[in-house]
């Protein structure tokens, strides 16, 4: 049965987007009435191939039959071109990367940041899967500065297998971030670079960036403030889809408020990414997707 959440979405999503509505209830339709696939197996972008190992949790069905925040898809589809760069800060199992890649083709690049070992691997499969393709992944988080941090990961796991709340996607350097979920929690040291040293580093040029996806977990601030050159740029703002959350009764709050004020002061038009219409900051879900152009 379709979830409720999922009738909401739909009803959202329709008021913006009409036309494609019926190609995402297809899709999730055929999701909904098929199997569950196991093992191995892998799935196509275009001529991009993308593997998934679909023991690791139930998310990964949803990557299979390419339902996974499907809402998302026209915003990539707008900002990547054929020879622009996509950059991904926080991959996790490369999902967004892969569709990316699609996009920007033979003559593009994607850059793609997954600092949790036994996710990265997945990310490195899909270099390894395509290499006509020019895609750069690296196991290191994005944060402030160079520098070395602890970061709490959820792994794979039977007890975890069905969780959607605290998932393979929810590790996070931000301390005490998932104090809520220590029974299936570990710690781990990861590297840390900041995007504008990275970017700067390899000569990528930031006009060719069409977009830059942020999602990691509550650690969104640091990640911008070692992006000042590429918000700061003058001219064509590069867009930016961010993952923000808000939940104010933490001992350390999240307020993704916060972050949206903070790329308006940097000239950026922020927008839910869902309808492409702007926020009611008083109205924030725990958990939002931004668009900011």
């Not at 970017?199 to 000042?228: C, F």
Request: charge should be negative; glycine fraction near 6%; charged fraction near 25%.
């Amino acid at each position: 049965m379709i979830a409720a959440k999922s009738v909401r979405f739909f009803l959202r999503y329709l008021t913006s987007d009409p036309l494609r509505v019926p190609d995402l209830v297809w899709r999730r339709a055929i999701e909904e009435f098929s199997s569950l696939p196991r093992g191995i197996r892998v799935t196509n972008f275009g001529d991009v191939k993308y593997e998934i190992d679909l023991s690791i949790h139930r998310l990964m069905a949803k990557y299979f039959f390419r339902t996974h925040e499907m809402y998302l898809e026209r915003i990539f589809d707008r900002y990547l071109a054929a020879d622009s760069i996509f950059v991904d800060v926080g991959a996790n199992c490369g999902y967004w990367s892969a569709y990316a890649l699609s996009r920007v083709g033979r003559s593009g690049q994607v850059h793609s940041f997954e600092p949790v070992p036994e996710y990265f691997c997945l990310l490195r499969r899909i270099a390894e899967l395509n290499p006509a393709y020019n895609i750069n992944v690296n196991n290191v988080a994005c944060g402030a500065r160079a520098e070395r941090l602890r970061m709490a990961v959820v792994l794979p796991g039977a007890d975890n297998f069905d969780n959607f709340d605290t998932n393979v996607g929810s590790s996070s350097i931000v301390p005490g971030f998932l104090d809520h979920a220590r029974c299936i929690t570990e710690f781990v040291d990861v590297d840390v670079v900041a995007l504008d040293d990275y970017l700067l580093d390899r000569n990528v040029d930031i006009d060719r960036i069409g977009l830059i996806k942020i999602d990691v977990e509550g650690a969104e601030s640091q990640v911008l403030d070692g992006m000042q050159r590429i918000l700061s740029k003058p001219g064509r703002k590069v867009a930016i889809l961010c993952e923000i959350l808000t939940d104010l009764n933490r001992t350390n709050p999240l307020e993704g408020g916060r972050i949206i004020t903070r790329l308006e002061r940097c000239g950026y038009r922020c927008m839910n990414a869902i309808n492409l219409r702007p926020f009611d900051d008083s109205k924030l879900n725990f958990e939002e997707n931004v668009l900011c152009v």
